[in-house]
């Protein structure tokens, strides 16, 4: 008896020391996003493995509100930020003690979101010792696929999102090269404005999601798409930038035509919704496919992206559309260029991209700031250097891909 209690004290002691020795020794980063609308936490640990993670969304109130009001978007990050920072902790087990550094999004964002983020993280930095990783939301959203992929520099990566659209090479965790972005507004805005104007939160079953996710389920109900037309955006501009305004206000149009038409009373939606909300969708991935496959012919021919690094990140809140996802994956295909999307849950935003990105500053020591005071953060930021104009320079002539969409 005696032994065998002796040989389990001795054990749990045992483990009680490994344990601890390799606390100490581990890497575990914190990272915070609050962006734009959604306070995200999580933990991770030197390994990139996931130890927590919480985000809280604002999108029910924003819905309401048709459309996100950045103050009050602050409130509620305000309301949150400790909560949800406290709740990773637990849920991980950790303390603020046992963390190596905190990384948190400073650029670009909303300012009066992203302040909450950075001076939250700043008190915890200061109050713990600890040092501050800045956090680029958009390359956070690229390298965010690299967690569970092995998906070596450089590849191509098409970002998608309620705030952007743009196409870059990752050529290392800090160095980026811009190949074109929208000249007006992202397709994530796009889908969010025609989603309202349709009225398809009037629909139960779409009331609670985000615009994109209810044009996306809206359109796999469509009977006849092709009844609704649309210009190809930038079709005679021969660089990698996109457009969306035009699609927006062609989409407008039509819904107002069909209202008149069959003199639709104020919350009643027009019977051709799915119609219209397919023609919208496909019109959005023919544009993005153009732009993406002029991109591959560029990396191509200016020796960007090796024949063995042939590969394509998508990511960004729109990047969960699977119509997209198949349209891209049919171009990577035909280009020999493997395609990775993050899961659902991490091409929004998040924190797990946050405290990824942190992780792979914090292994090759880039901006690991111990002195954090001048840090501020930045409502536009680009994304590394800029080439665009080289593209556009290019004047590159390629055969457009033609794609079939099937329901
Ligand atoms: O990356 P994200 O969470 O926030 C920004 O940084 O903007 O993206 C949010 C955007 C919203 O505009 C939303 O309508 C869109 O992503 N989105 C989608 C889908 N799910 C979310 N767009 C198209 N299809 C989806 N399934
Ligand atoms: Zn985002």
Not at 76 to 93: D, F, S, W
Not at 141 to 168: D, K, Q, W, Y
Not at 374 to 389: C, F, Q, R
Request: hydrophobic share 40%.
């Amino acid at each position: 008896m005696t032994i065998l209690l002796k040989r389990k004290l001795h054990s749990l002691f045992t483990k009680f020391n490994v344990s601890k020795v390799k606390r100490c020794s581990s890497t575990l980063i914190l990272g915070i996003e609050t962006s734009c609308d959604d306070t995200g936490c999580a933990i991770i640990n030197s390994d990139g493995k996931l130890l927590a993670e919480k985000c809280q969304s604002q999108n029910l109130v924003h819905l309401r509100n048709g459309g996100i009001i950045p103050d009050i978007a602050q409130d509620l990050h305000r309301t949150y930020i400790e909560p949800t920072v406290k709740c990773t902790l637990a849920e991980a087990n950790l303390k603020m003690d046992d963390l190596t550094a905190v990384a948190v999004t400073l650029e670009p964002g909303l300012p009066l979101s992203l302040t909450v983020g950075m001076k939250y993280a700043k008190y915890l930095c200061r109050k713990f010792n600890k040092p501050l990783i800045p956090i680029h939301h958009m390359e956070a959203h690229a390298l965010v696929a690299r967690m569970n992929n092995e998906i070596e520099f450089p590849f191509l990566t098409l970002l998608i999102s309620g705030g952007h659209c743009l196409l870059a090479v990752a050529k290392d965790v800090n160095q980026f090269s811009l190949l074109g972005q929208s000249i007006d507004f992202a397709p994530g805005e796009l889908f969010d404005k025609v989603a309202r104007r349709m009225k398809l939160r009037n629909i139960p079953e779409y009331s609670e999601m985000s615009g994109g996710r209810a044009v996306e389920e809206a359109a796999l109900k469509a009977e006849n798409p092709h009844q609704f037309l649309f210009m190809l955006p930038l079709a005679d501009f021969k660089d990698c930038n996109f457009s969306f305004n035009g699609l927006k206000s062609s989409v407008l149009y039509h819904t107002l035509k069909k209202e008149k038409e069959h003199a639709i009373a104020a919350d009643q939606l027009i019977p051709e919704v799915y119609d219209l909300c397919a023609a919208a969708l496909m019109a959005v991935t023919r544009h993005l496919l153009h732009r993406t496959q002029r991109a591959m012919e560029f990396c191509e021919e200016s020796g960007l992206i090796g024949k063995d690094r042939r590969q394509l990140v998508v990511s960004g809140g729109v990047a969960c559309n699977n119509l997209i996802f198949k349209a891209l994956t049919v171009l990577c295909n035909e280009y020999g260029y493997k395609i990775y999307r993050p899961p659902p849950k991490l091409c929004t935003d998040n924190g797990v991209m946050i405290a990824w990105n942190g992780l792979e500053k914090w292994r090759k020591n880039i901006d690991v700031f111990h002195d954090f005071s001048k840090l501020d953060i930045k409502a536009t930021s680009p994304l590394g250097e800029d080439l665009s104009g080289k593209v556009s320079k290019a004047q590159m002539k390629i055969k457009l891909i033609k794609v079939k969409f099937q329901n």
